[in-house]
């Protein structure tokens, strides 16, 4: 079996060009690959277009990719935490293609698969299946790019939307434990768009928290089989924040006669 483990995250991300295409696992930022991201910010890589449920926020995650204008296209679902994001996207400086979140795991499941498209429900009767959803603005705030028009066929009388999958030119994850053979084990909600983003990139680097031996992982825990990865570099260290933290009154109170 291939020994998969290089030895730093700037190694790892090293041939990705500018123009790449990117799935980026996590969610919110929870179970994202920062170590592979900083590394990619600091090698100076740009031109991306970056497929992740969520574009970080202003000084995390891709969001530090963003304030360096480093992407120029976003598939996404969510962005309500980013203000750069939005000054960008409403200025012209950013292509947004905002997709469904279960559409877009799907995507990057069929990707994975093999799949070129597929039916769903999901955005029927909208301008996701209609047509003229603003992707690109330009500096006088029109629309300068519009999404197109989607088939829509009926099946047992329901009405569905095709939906091309993706198949992006690399995966960037975020895992908690993997072997050097490339199996990963994500953890808790990291399991979110992490195993979809690693099936579905041409080339997958996978940051784990943990080295472990071959065999060490029970394969019935495997969460993504190695034979999706190609890279796995050890990130024991990084940091993980909270996006919004909501603490009760109570916790804040000095107990009278303190």
């Known amino acids: ?23 980026v696992g996590g969610f ?38 963003l304030a360096d204008h480093r992407i120029r296209r976003t598939v996404s679902s969510y962005v309500g935490e980013n203000k750069e994001f939005a000054r960008q996207y409403l200025s012209g400086e ?9 559409t877009l ?3 990057l499941r069929a990707g994975g698969a093999g799949i070129p498209a597929f039916y769903t429900t999901a955005g029927v009767g909208t301008q996701v299946s209609e047509g003229g959803l603003p992707q690109r603005y330009d500096d006088a ?41 490339g199996n990963l084990v994500f953890r808790a909600t990291a399991m979110n768009f992490n195993p979809l983003a690693a099936q579905a990139g041409r080339v997958t680097i996978a940051e784990v928290e943990e080295l472990v031996e071959p065999g060490d992982l029970d394969p019935g825990q495997v969460h993504t089989p190695g034979i999706f990865v190609q890279r796995v570099v050890v990130a ?18 000095t107990p009278e006669g303190a």
């Open 94 to 102: 950013l292509e947004v293609e905002l997709t469904p979140q279960g």
């Open 1 to 23: 079996m291939i020994d998969k483990v290089v030895g730093s995250a700037a190694e790892a991300v090293a041939d990705i060009p500018d123009g790449s295409s990117l799935a």
């Open 141 to 181: 705030g029109k629309v300068a790019v519009a999404s197109k028009p989607k088939e829509v066929r009926s099946f047992h009388g329901v009405q569905y939307v095709l939906e091309e999958s993706l198949r992006p030119d690399y995966a960037l994850v975020h895992a908690w434990k993997g072997d050097r053979h």
């Open 28 to 65: 919110g930022l929870c179970g994202i690959p920062v170590a592979l991201i900083g590394a990619l910010h600091a090698q100076g890589t740009t031109d991306l277009e970056t497929v992740s449920n969520n574009c970080g926020v202003d000084d995390w995650g891709l969001g530090i990719l």
């Open 236 to 253: 024991p260290d990084t940091e993980k924040r909270v996006e919004k933290r909501t603490v009760s009154l109570a916790a804040d109170r």
């Open 105 to 107: 795991a799907e995507k």
